[in-house]
């Protein structure tokens, strides 16, 4: 039974219907002035407990949560000048755990530290001016309780880390001139202008990822040991750099992709195998090595005349509605004009694989694939993504398993906003112990609310 978009929100919070149950909701009033709202969810590493960091245009608070998600309180600060600091980019914990919230301008040379110290009561303030000359900013995340701002500087085949936490920061500067990196028709290319030649993307190995999220050609995971970047930009192999978070050296290692002519090629990372696809208009072929130098590569393949043995879902076409491929070759035939990608997620019975690819329908409705020079067709249309896909459920050894598909808290999270979409607003969604937690804000009610969500799973 599907409930309708006129029963009120509460139904919703209460309904198991959604596989959910309401963790915390806490009275929260954003006052007047949407355009300098603003909210961060800020949970601390390893399940230990949560902020949340909710900004009006003139006051700050940080509402503290316990390591099970209840309420348990709250601060409030003066908000940072909104002419010199334009938003919240990352946060921080101590090491006794007390929040910091990060708040930075356009360009990120100024930024103000807003740390919160809940024993004490106490709110301080710390403010840096980053010495950036002659470089760009990559990426920026929070991730292990600590706030990080990667650069690329003009010159040198280098990676720039600053660190922030608890009123200092540290810088890292790590050279790559040592590793040969080639572009997607095999010729040398230099570290530099890879970077700036395809986006890069942050990957999360814990939590489901739509093909979207991770179709770029180069990403990179985060864990409490290490930072780990996939160059998939060559067709012929992934090439993986690995960065030890203690002592910032580098790691190199190459996996070969299976040979297909003309092939479009992904790969994604998880639990340390490395599963891979490649696929052109006449073959697919999935694959998985582990990352310890002794499992061996074990690869499926189909072609375009047959019939996906390994699948467990129909052939699917999504954009704002799904529809079914009818066969292997129609489905191939899509996947080839856009840019491969593959998805690989740990339900609590099985590895859930995804494989596919994604392409850009423009406004004027010109397809575009997401191109081997890295060019982002956003540039210059608002484009509709197009995703073609199928999902398949394996066993740790990478053996398919012909069960029925369980649904995912991701299915019912995406259920919930869309019959809630004028009801909630600041929505955030992270992966907390074993199951999932969307955060929202109730402009209607005045209230900062956290549910939980499972995937449902064989008992």
């Given at each position: 039974?599907?409930?309708k978009k006129i029963?009120?929100?509460?139904?919703?919070?209460?309904?198991?219907?959604?596989?959910?149950?309401?963790?915390s909701?806490h009275n929260?009033d954003?006052k007047?002035?949407?355009?300098y709202h603003e909210?961060l969810t800020?949970?601390?590493?390893s399940a230990?407990?949560l902020?949340?960091?909710?900004?009006?245009k003139?006051?700050?608070?940080?509402l503290r949560?316990?390591?099970?998600l209840?309420?348990a309180?709250?601060?409030?600060?003066?908000r940072?000048?909104i002419?010199?600091?334009?938003?919240?980019?990352?946060?921080?914990?101590?090491?006794n755990?007390q929040p910091?919230?990060?708040?930075?301008?356009?360009?990120y040379?100024?930024?103000?530290?807003?740390y919160?110290d809940?024993?004490?009561?106490?709110?301080?303030?710390?403010?840096?001016?980053?010495?950036?000359?002659d470089?760009?900013?990559?990426?920026?995340?929070?991730?292990?309780?600590?706030?990080?701002?990667?650069?690329?500087?003009k010159l040198g085949?280098r990676l720039?880390?600053?660190?922030f936490?608890e009123g200092?920061y540290?810088?890292?500067t790590?050279?790559?001139s040592?590793?040969?990196?080639?572009?997607?028709k095999d010729?040398?290319?230099s570290?530099?202008?890879?970077l700036?030649s395809?986006p890069l993307q942050?990957?999360?190995?814990n939590?489901?990822?739509?093909l979207?999220d991770v179709?770029?050609?180069l990403?990179?995971?985060?864990s409490?040991k290490?930072?780990v970047?996939?160059?998939?930009q060559?067709?012929?192999?992934?090439?993986?750099i690995s960065?030890d978070t203690?002592t910032?050296t580098i790691?190199e290692k190459?996996?070969s992709?299976t040979?297909l002519?003309?092939a479009?090629t992904?790969?994604f990372m998880?639990?340390?195998?490395?599963?891979?696809?490649?696929?052109?208009?006449?073959?697919l072929?999935?694959?998985?090595?582990?990352?310890d130098?002794v499992?061996q590569?074990?690869i499926?393949k189909?072609?375009?005349?047959e019939?996906i043995?390994?699948?467990?879902s129909?052939?699917?076409?999504?954009?704002?509605?799904?529809i079914e491929?009818k066969?292997t070759?129609k489905f191939l035939r899509?996947?080839n004009s856009?840019n491969?990608?593959?998805?690989?997620?740990?339900?609590?019975?099985?590895?859930?694989?995804?494989?596919?690819?994604?392409?850009y329908?423009?406004?004027?409705g010109?397809?575009?694939?997401l191109?081997?020079?890295?060019?982002d067709p956003?540039d210059?249309?608002?484009?509709?993504?197009q995703?073609?896909y199928?999902?398949s459920?394996f066993d740790d050894?990478?053996?398919?398993?012909?069960v029925?598909?369980?649904?995912?808290?991701?299915?019912?999270m995406?259920?919930f906003?869309?019959?809630?979409?004028?009801?909630?607003s600041?929505?955030?969604?992270?992966?907390?112990?074993?199951?999932?937690?969307l955060?929202?804000?109730d402009a209607r009610?005045?209230?900062?609310?956290?549910?939980?969500f499972?995937d449902?799973?064989?008992?």
């Amino acid at each position: 039974m599907i409930l309708k978009k006129i029963l009120p929100l509460f139904v919703f919070i209460h309904s198991v219907v959604f596989g959910q149950s309401l963790l915390s909701e806490h009275n929260l009033d954003l006052k007047r002035g949407e355009m300098y709202h603003e909210i961060l969810t800020a949970p601390k590493a390893s399940a230990r407990g949560l902020t949340v960091f909710a900004a009006d245009k003139i006051t700050l608070t940080a509402l503290r949560y316990t390591s099970v998600l209840y309420y348990a309180d709250s601060l409030v600060a003066d908000r940072p000048d909104i002419y010199e600091y334009n938003q919240m980019a990352g946060y921080s914990y101590s090491a006794n755990g007390q929040p910091s919230v990060y708040w930075v301008g356009r360009d990120y040379k100024k930024i103000q530290e807003v740390y919160f110290d809940f024993e004490t009561k106490k709110v301080s303030d710390y403010f840096y001016e980053l010495p950036f000359k002659d470089e760009e900013i990559l990426t920026t995340f929070s991730e292990n309780n600590s706030f990080y701002i990667v650069t690329l500087p003009k010159l040198g085949s280098r990676l720039k880390f600053y660190i922030f936490n608890e009123g200092k920061y540290i810088q890292r500067t790590l050279d790559f001139s040592k590793f040969n990196f080639t572009d997607a028709k095999d010729r040398p290319i230099s570290f530099n202008r890879l970077l700036e030649s395809y986006p890069l993307q942050k990957t999360d190995e814990n939590s489901y990822m739509q093909l979207p999220d991770v179709a770029a050609k180069l990403k990179f995971y985060v864990s409490n040991k290490a930072i780990v970047f996939t160059f998939d930009q060559n067709p012929a192999f992934t090439q993986i750099i690995s960065i030890d978070t203690d002592t910032f050296t580098i790691a190199e290692k190459k996996v070969s992709q299976t040979a297909l002519n003309d092939a479009k090629t992904n790969s994604f990372m998880l639990y340390g195998q490395l599963y891979q696809l490649a696929l052109n208009k006449d073959e697919l072929v999935l694959s998985c090595t582990g990352l310890d130098s002794v499992s061996q590569t074990k690869i499926l393949k189909v072609e375009a005349e047959e019939a996906i043995a390994f699948k467990n879902s129909p052939l699917l076409l999504q954009t704002d509605r799904q529809i079914e491929i009818k066969d292997t070759k129609k489905f191939l035939r899509r996947a080839n004009s856009g840019n491969a990608a593959i998805s690989v997620y740990r339900t609590p019975n099985d590895l859930l694989v995804v494989a596919g690819a994604v392409r850009y329908i423009a406004s004027s409705g010109y397809i575009m694939g997401l191109s081997d020079a890295g060019i982002d067709p956003s540039d210059m249309f608002p484009p509709e993504v197009q995703t073609v896909y199928f999902e398949s459920l394996f066993d740790d050894g990478f053996v398919h398993k012909d069960v029925p598909q369980q649904r995912l808290a991701a299915d019912y999270m995406g259920q919930f906003m869309a019959q809630n979409e004028r009801s909630i607003s600041f929505q955030s969604i992270f992966k907390y112990d074993y199951y999932y937690v969307l955060g929202f804000y109730d402009a209607r009610q005045k209230k900062y609310v956290l549910l939980r969500f499972e995937d449902d799973f064989v008992r």
